[in-house]
């Protein structure tokens, strides 16, 4: 719908759109995908990360692979409890804050799946660092084969 909606204004590549409500960052990825410079804010926190996260990703997935078996280790050793300890480790692993930003998310996530659906966390932090990073691969994939770049 976003992409339809960015065609149906006309917009370009090389074009600029402005969102003042950029929630999870859906525009931001599509005009990403289209050559459209993107220009959003929100006021959640939460959703400032999602949108930094789906469009940066793309820049860093082989750092952000190559460090998961040691961020879901440090999981599983129990550190869902522990917020300070989780951070300071992603901190440890690298010096990309779009990597740090993938985990932080991945995390959230996780968080949010135990205590609103009650699911294991470690099974979901997992479960979405694994969709996380296929969709990704996804995202590459598509930029790749687009004619619109």
Known sequence: MIRALLNIIGLKKGDAVFEPFS????????????????????????????GRVKTESIYVLDNIIKIKGKVIENVIAGAEGTEKNYYKFIESLSDDEKVKNFYK?????????????????????????????????????????????
């Open 105 to 149: 998310l991945a995390r959230l996530v996780a968080i949010s799946d135990k205590s609103r659906r009650n699911r294991n966390f470690e099974a979901s932090f997992m479960k979405n660092i694994n969709i996380m990073i296929a969709s990704v691969k996804d995202l590459i994939e598509i930029k790749k084969n687009s004619t619109l770049h």
């Open 23 to 50: 929630e999870s960052g859906t525009t931001a990825l599509e005009a990403q995908l289209l050559g459209i410079n993107f220009l959003g804010i929100d006021i959640s926190p939460l959703c400032a990360i999602q």
